[in-house]
C-alpha cells in the first residue's frame, strides 16, 4: 500500500483556466495529495497556464522566478498516468509549459548590426555569460521559436500574436502597428529562452532608439541563472487514523500585492481558500469553489489584520454590527479622523450619489490620503464579501456606487442564475433604486436579469459581446454555492422561456450596472437602452412592451422619472401626458337644458327662439323619436343650467307672469303662442 501521494507537499494553482477544466484540475489535484490555492500564495510552486494574458503569470514571469509553468493538460495526465498504475511518482517538471507553446509569430528584418548586438549582449550582466552573438541570426531566432513550441513565418497575417522586427519601418511594420499586433525586438525570443518562458511582449516593443537594452523583462535575472533549488515541503508523517484530520496551518504570508495592498494575511488552506479568483476578471469568469461564512471561534482569523476602519455617515446599529465583524477578524475600529493609521474609510452603500457630501467634514489631508490611494474608501459590501469568501476582495461591488439614485417609479424587477453574496448584493441594490426586488418571475414583472456564466459557453459563441463589458469584475458571479450542487438550470430555462412569452426584456448584470455608470454625477437616475448588445439578451421585438424602462416610464406617465421635488407652476410640471382610456357610458335620457338669467335676457331669448326658422316646437317634432337632445347654451348663461322638471316648468310659469307686466303688447301674442306649444 502507498504510504504518500505523488503531489504530498507540492503546491499549485491555476490561471486562464477554464471553470469546467479548473474544477477537474483541482479534484486531481486533491486526489494526488497536492495542495491547490485559488490565489498566488508566496508558496506556490507550480502554476499552471491556460492564458498568458492574465494577471497572474505577467507577474510571476516578472517577480516570481522561483515559479515552474505546467501546460493545462499537465495535472489530468498525470493522473490518468498514475490511476491507470503506468507511473508511482509525478514528476512535474515533466509537463512544463513550451517557451512558446501556441504563440505565432512573424518575421520580418530581424538581423542586426554587430555593434547593436555587442551592445545588448556586454552592457546587460546577465546575458554575458549566456548568450552568443551568433545567436543573433534570422535563421535561428526563427529556428529556436520552432524548437520551444512557436509558430514562425515571414508573412503577416491579422491572426498573429506578434512580429519580430528589428526595425521599424516597411509594409509589414506598419501593417502590424495598423491591426494592433505587438512588434517586438529579437532579444525577446533569447531573454525568454534564459527565463524559461514567453515574457511579457510589452517589456520589448520596438523601440527607436538603437542603445535600448530591453532588460526589464524579469526583475531577478540573477535568481534565473543561479536558480536555487526548491525544497519539496512533506507532510507531516500520518497514520490511516489520522488521516481525515487536516493540517493546521497558522503561520503568516503575504498575498499577492495587487489583491491584498501589501497587507499581512493569514495563509487560507486548501479548505480555507477554495474562492473565487476575483483579480483575473479581465481575463477569465471564475467562481467560488467553497466560500466559507463559518468562524472559528478557537483560532481567529486574521482577514483584516493591520485594516483599521474609520466609519462615516453610518447610524449606532449598522456601526455595532460592522465593528463586531471587523473585531472578529482582528481589524481595528477608529474614531479619530486625524488617526495616521487608517487604511479604510466605511460607508453605507446607500448613501450612492450623496457620498462625497458625507466626506466632506473629513479633513484635508484624509481626503488627500484617499485621492492618492493610501486610504481605501469602502461600504459594508466590501466587510460582506471578504468574510463570505474569506479572502480581502475590493472590485467594485465593495466601493461606494456614485450613480446610485433612488428612482420615483417602481418597477419589478426579477433575477435568475445567482447564487450567493451575489445574489444577497443584488436585491440590495435594486432596493436602494427604489425598485421593486421579485424572488418570483410573473407577467407583471418588467425585467429579467440573468447571470450568463450559467450558460457561458452558449454565449460565448453567440453573444461574446456579453462578456466585454467594461465592468468585468460585475460579470464574474459564481453559478453555485458551498454545500450545494449548481444554480438550476432547468429553472432558470424555464424563467427565460416565461420572460419571452410575456415579452419581458432579459439582461446581464451589465444593464444594472450601467445605470450607475451612465448616473455618475447626475441629479437624475438615467437609463440605458436595454437593446444595446453588451448586456441584452432578449428585448421584445412587439411594442407591447417598450424597448427600455425609461420608454416605459413615459408611456405610462404616472408620474415624473426625477429625484427631485416638482412643485405646482415650476418648469418640471410640463411633462408628456397621455388621456386615460375612455369609458363607454350609455346615454342618459335627460330633460332639455335651459339657461336662467336677468328678465330681459330670457325674453330677448325666447323672442329669438320663437322668430327663427328652428323654432321649439318644430326641434321638438322633427325630433320627437329621438332618445336625447342637447339644446347648445350661450357661454354667458352656462353658469345657471338646470334641468327641466315640474319644478323647474312651475318656476318659469311663475316667472313669466312677472314679466307680462313689462311686455309690450306686440310681444304678448308671441308669448302666448310659446305657452301653448310648450304645454302640448
Known amino acids: 500500500m502507498k504510504t504518500r501521494k505523488p503531489l504530498a507537499g507540492k503546491t499549485l494553482c491555476c490561471t486562464g483556466v477554464?471553470?469546467?477544466?479548473?474544477?477537474?484540475?483541482?479534484?486531481?489535484?486533491?486526489?494526488?495529495?497536492?495542495?491547490?490555492?485559488?490565489?498566488?500564495?508566496?508558496?506556490?510552486?507550480?502554476?499552471?497556464?491556460g492564458n498568458r494574458k492574465t494577471e497572474k503569470y505577467k507577474f510571476c514571469i516578472k517577480y516570481r522566478p522561483d515559479i515552474i509553468f505546467l501546460t493545462q493538460d499537465s495535472i489530468i495526465k498525470a493522473y490518468e498516468n498514475w490511476k491507470i498504475g503506468e507511473i508511482d511518482e509525478i514528476r512535474l517538471e515533466d509537463y512544463k509549459l513550451p517557451i512558446f507553446d501556441e504563440i505565432n509569430t512573424c518575421f520580418s528584418r530581424?538581423?542586426?548590426?554587430?555593434?547593436?548586438?555587442?551592445?545588448?549582449?556586454?552592457?546587460?550582466?546577465?546575458?554575458?555569460?549566456?548568450?552568443?552573438?551568433?545567436?543573433?541570426?534570422?535563421?535561428?531566432?526563427?529556428?529556436?521559436?520552432l524548437d520551444n513550441g512557436g509558430k514562425a513565418k515571414?508573412?503577416?497575417?491579422n491572426n498573429q500574436d506578434c512580429m519580430i522586427s528589428a526595425d521599424p519601418r516597411g509594409t509589414r511594420y506598419d501593417k502590424a502597428i495598423e491591426w494592433k499586433i505587438p512588434v517586438v525586438h529579437p532579444i525577446w525570443i533569447l531573454d525568454s529562452i534564459l527565463r524559461g518562458a514567453a515574457l511579457d511582449f510589452e517589456d520589448y516593443i520596438l523601440q527607436e532608439d538603437n542603445d535600448q537594452l530591453y532588460e526589464k523583462g524579469c526583475n531577478d535575472w540573477n535568481e534565473i541563472i543561479n536558480p536555487k533549488p526548491i525544497k519539496e515541503k512533506l507532510p507531516p508523517i500520518t497514520t490511516n487514523k489520522d488521516l481525515p484530520k487536516k493540517v493546521n496551518k497558522s503561520h503568516k504570508a503575504e498575498i499577492w500585492n495587487s489583491i491584498m495592498d501589501n497587507t499581512k494575511v493569514q495563509k487560507k488552506s486548501?479548505?480555507?481558500?477554495?474562492?473565487?479568483?476575483?483579480?483575473?476578471s479581465d481575463s477569465e469568469n471564475e467562481e467560488p469553489l467553497k466560500p466559507?461564512?463559518?468562524?472559528?471561534?478557537?483560532?481567529?482569523?486574521?482577514?483584516?489584520?493591520?485594516?483599521?476602519?474609520l466609519f462615516v455617515g453610518l447610524n449606532s446599529r449598522e456601526s455595532e454590527l460592522l465593528s463586531e465583524r471587523i473585531e472578529t477578524f482582528q481589524g481595528e475600529i477608529t474614531k479619530d479622523v486625524y488617526d495616521n493609521s487608517i487604511t479604510h474609510i466605511l460607508v453605507s452603500a446607500n448613501q450612492g450619489n450623496h457620498t462625497p457630501s458625507t466626506l466632506k467634514l473629513l479633513p484635508s489631508e484624509t481626503k488627500q490620503k484617499i485621492t492618492n490611494g493610501e486610504i481605501k474608501l469602502v461600504t459594508e459590501f466590501f466587510i460582506e464579501r471578504c468574510i463570505f469568501y474569506q479572502k480581502v476582495i475590493l472590485d467594485r461591488w465593495g466601493q461606494p456606487i456614485k450613480g446610485l439614485i433612488q428612482s420615483t417609479k417602481k418597477f419589478k424587477i426579477s433575477t435568475t442564475g445567482f447564487t450567493g453574496i451575489e445574489l444577497l448584493h443584488i436585491g440590495k441594490l435594486i432596493k436602494f433604486l427604489n425598485f421593486e426586488y421579485c424572488e418570483s418571475l410573473s407577467d407583471q414583472r418588467d425585467l429579467l436579469i440573468l447571470n450568463i456564466n450559467l450558460f457561458k459557453e452558449s454565449f460565448m459563441k453567440n453573444s461574446p459581446k456579453l462578456f466585454q463589458y467594461k465592468c468585468k469584475d460585475i460579470l464574474n458571479c459564481p453559478t453555485y454555492q458551498s454545500g450545494q450542487s449548481s444554480v438550476s438550470l432547468l429553472s432558470a430555462k424555464s424563467k427565460i422561456d416565461a420572460a419571452k412569452k410575456w415579452n419581458i426584456p432579459i439582461v446581464s448584470i451589465g444593464y444594472l450596472w450601467e445605470i450607475f455608470e451612465i448616473s455618475r454625477y447626475k441629479s437624475i437616475l438615467l437609463m440605458p437602452e436595454i437593446s444595446n448588445q453588451q448586456w441584452c439578451i432578449y428585448a421584445p421585438i412587439?411594442?407591447?412592451?417598450?424597448?427600455?424602462l425609461i420608454e416605459y416610464i413615459k408611456n405610462l406617465n404616472e408620474e415624473a422619472f426625477v429625484t427631485k421635488s416638482i412643485e405646482k407652476g415650476s418648469d418640471d410640471e410640463n411633462l408628456i401626458k397621455l388621456p386615460s382610456p375612455k369609458k363607454i357610458k350609455t346615454k342618459q335620457k335627460y330633460g332639455k337644458l335651459i339657461g336662467t338669467s336677468s328678465p330681459q335676457s330670457i325674453r330677448n331669448k325666447l323672442i329669438e327662439i320663437s322668430k327663427s326658422n328652428n323654432s321649439i316646437g318644430e326641434m321638438e317634432e322633427n325630433n320627437q323619436n329621438k332618445e336625447n337632445y342637447d339644446i347648445t347654451i350661450d357661454e354667458d348663461l352656462s353658469s345657471q343650467i338646470r334641468y327641466e322638471d315640474d319644478e323647474s316648468m312651475n318656476n318659469q310659469e311663475r316667472l313669466l307672469k312677472k314679466l307680462d307686466n313689462s311686455l309690450n303688447k306686440n310681444d304678448e301674442m308671441e308669448l302666448v303662442q310659446i305657452r301653448k306649444r310648450r304645454r302640448r
Open 18 to 49: 477554464e471553470t469546467k477544466t479548473r474544477l477537474q484540475i483541482i479534484k486531481n489535484i486533491d486526489t494526488l495529495g497536492g495542495i491547490n490555492y485559488d490565489d498566488l500564495m508566496t508558496d506556490v510552486q507550480y502554476l499552471i497556464v
Open 110 to 145: 530581424v538581423d542586426l548590426p554587430q555593434f547593436q548586438i555587442k551592445n545588448l549582449i556586454n552592457n546587460a550582466s546577465f546575458r554575458k555569460s549566456h548568450i552568443r552573438e551568433e545567436e543573433f541570426t534570422s535563421k535561428k531566432l526563427m529556428q529556436s521559436i
Open 154 to 157: 515571414e508573412s503577416l497575417s
Open 270 to 280: 486548501k479548505e480555507q481558500d477554495s474562492t473565487w479568483n476575483d483579480e483575473e
Open 292 to 309: 466559507t461564512t463559518t468562524i472559528d471561534k478557537k483560532s481567529k482569523s486574521t482577514l483584516f489584520l493591520g485594516f483599521c476602519f
Open 542 to 548: 412587439n411594442y407591447t412592451r417598450p424597448k427600455s
